[in-house]
């Protein structure tokens, strides 16, 4: 039982800060509740996905994170500091991936990054990042010959130019091709395995499911589910979908626990044509958890009676 | 192109730079030249119509005045004057308050706003841009005038630079205000020719001033495109022109014009400058 010298083994170091603390927030516009009173934490290093259908206040939850907006309500920690008081230089820790539709676009993309990266105080070097970003073939175009997709992927080496710790990503892939869209995912999970901290928006349930390490699913405004993927199956997925044909004809019925109904059903009818036990798929949950008003019964039934299997 | 892409930073962590203002206002005018020079047709155009516009009036109106010691001063000497004043004022006013709202409106100015740009250097940039095609427009037209209508140069140099410089100061002030003034860029763009043009009615552009009822001249001299013209006539034309055909702008006659001149377009630039920095956006007007 040595004493402890001056030379021990260092502590563990305690777990850094979020990323990003959300507390409370809310935003409303005209009377309504755009953003209702949300609370969120990304930790560092992990890309988190924030889930939703159009509408569902997002871009705004977002925009108010990176600054570009005033809430009305609550409180935003962005690597510590507020992002309604964020100085030039603090920006080189933030990249906010922003739209636009330049239509003064004489640059070259190469210039147009070069530009970017000459405001900051560590940016990435600027031909790995046109390659990294696939515009390497481009990088001596101008800007007005580059397609949707391409722009779209300048947008981003703008926004991660500076090397920050955390990106914000605004549906980012809408628009994009699947092989765009790929290739693009890949290059967001090489950003998180050098250190980054990612917060994404989407509405593409597999590019969160491919993505993020954590998810919130938003609807009108508010938090529906929150977790990884699979805490969310586990959560909201706990509930089983049996259907059968009886004598009136095709029956549905969706309850927490299909035993009972199935022991009820089997010993009624010695036939049951059709028997089938239907757990909800991850996309299930999601359109059950961001649906105004259907059951997830009736979304079941759209489901089943578009697709082909 | 499946690789995983690779990243590093330009420079190794021991060489981080703290870029400061002079190097984003030399970025930014690079931009700005780059941007605006690469679209050949719209230089073309834009630095031959006031020469055009100044041809044109100098050989329509080929009259001069008699002074009384008989030196005669030409049309074409006013309108040179004139020209360079309207020059200033699409340089300026209105170029400047189009592409600002054009650059809202396209988030633009919102990308940079988010970036670790020093804020300042945007605006810097564009006068930088400003100064050098007002210089260079001035010195095609004087080449014109001499060359084509035996014009004579200034023969008070340093008065023409600083009220060309001043002149220019004032309208890319009004031009960042007014970008900001009206709520979307199309609206912007919209206002500033028809308000340039008209201006140049009772600026002593494109008609004389002497040719223009009373009321109305004074009316020229509330707005900075007057000014130019007459500081810069001044520097262009005899003495006696100034006291013979000219009039005391206001009435006051007793106050000698350039420094009168040097007010107003001072308190121009003030006025302007600080209702720019009140009503400056950058996110167009839907973001909250």
């Known amino acids: 039982m040595t004493s402890t010298s001056p030379q021990t083994t260092p502590l563990p170091t305690e777990m850094p800060p979020p990323a990003l603390t959300v507390s409370r927030l809310t935003k409303s516009y005209a009377g309504r509740r755009v953003v209702d009173d949300i609370s969120l934490t990304v930790p560092r290093g992990r890309i988190f996905g924030l889930l939703g259908p159009n509408g569902a206040g997002k871009t705004t939850t977002i925009e108010m994170c990176e600054g570009l907006r005033r809430p009305d309500a609550g409180t935003i920690d962005v690597l510590g500091m507020d992002p309604q008081r964020l100085c030039e230089k603090d920006r080189n820790r933030l990249g906010i991936v922003a739209q636009s539709g330049s239509e003064r676009a004489s640059l070259t993309v190469r210039e147009m990054v070069a530009q970017y990266a000459a405001y900051c105080e560590d940016p990435w070097d600027v031909t790995e990042l046109l390659a990294a970003t696939g515009l390497a073939e481009k990088a001596a175009s101008r800007i007005a010959t580059l397609s949707g997709g391409q722009r779209r992927r300048l947008d981003v080496a703008l926004g991660i130019v500076a090397q920050p710790e955390l990106v914000f990503l605004d549906e980012p892939t809408t628009g994009f091709d699947p092989a765009a869209r790929r290739e693009f995912w890949e290059l967001i999970r090489s950003l998180r395995d050098l250190g980054t901290t990612i917060v994404l928006t989407s509405h593409y349930l597999d590019e969160i499911e491919y993505l993020a390490d954590s998810v919130a699913v938003i609807r009108a405004g508010r938090i529906m589910a929150e977790g990884t993927l699979s805490q969310i199956h586990r959560t909201h997925g706990d509930s089983a979908t049996v259907s059968w044909t009886g004598p009136d004809g095709p029956q549905r019925r969706t309850v927490p626990d299909p035993d009972p109904l199935l022991r009820e059903l089997l010993a009624a009818h010695p036939h049951l044509p059709d028997l089938e036990v239907r757990r909800p798929s991850l996309e299930e949950i999601y359109l059950d958890l961001v649906s105004e008003e259907s059951p997830l019964e009736e979304i079941y039934l759209d489901l089943v009676s578009e697709e082909s299997r | ?288």
């Open chain 2, 1 to 288: 192109m499946t690789a995983a892409p690779s990243l590093r930073p330009a420079a190794p962590a021991h060489a981080r730079r703290s870029p400061g203002l002079v190097s984003a206002v030399a970025m930014r005018t690079r931009v700005e030249m780059l941007q605006f020079y690469r679209e050949p047709l719209q230089v073309f155009f834009g630095f031959a119509f006031p020469i055009v516009l100044f041809a044109i009036f100098a050989t329509i109106f080929d009259q001069s005045w008699t002074m009384p010691d008989g030196t005669e001063v030409k049309t074409s000497t006013y309108y040179l004057a004139g020209m360079i004043a309207a020059a200033v004022m699409t340089s300026g006013f209105q170029s400047t308050a189009e592409i600002i709202a054009t650059e809202r409106d396209d988030r633009t100015l919102r990308r940079l706003a988010v970036s670790p740009m020093p804020r300042s250097a945007y605006l810097l940039g564009k006068v930088v841009l400003v100064l050098i095609n007002t210089t260079l427009q001035t010195a095609l037209l004087l080449v014109v005038a001499r060359a084509l209508f035996d014009v004579p140069m200034p023969h008070q140099v340093l008065t023409f630079a600083w009220v060309l410089l001043l002149g220019t100061a004032a309208a890319t002030a009004a031009g960042v205000a007014f970008a900001s003034a009206l709520p979307s860029g199309r609206a912007a763009i919209a206002a500033a020719t028809p308000i340039t043009v008209v201006l140049s009615f009772f600026s002593g552009s494109y008609i004389p001033m002497s040719e223009l009822p009373t009321w109305l001249q004074h009316l020229g001299y509330v707005f900075p495109q007057a000014w130019i013209a007459r500081g810069l006539r001044v520097s262009l034309l005899p003495e006696q022109f100034g006291q013979e055909i000219e009039i005391a702008p206001f009435g006051l006659s007793d106050m000698p014009v350039l420094p009168l001149a040097a007010l107003v377009l001072t308190a121009w630039l003030v006025v302007m400058l600080v209702l720019a920095r009140t009503t400056f956006r950058w996110s167009p007007r839907d973001a909250g």
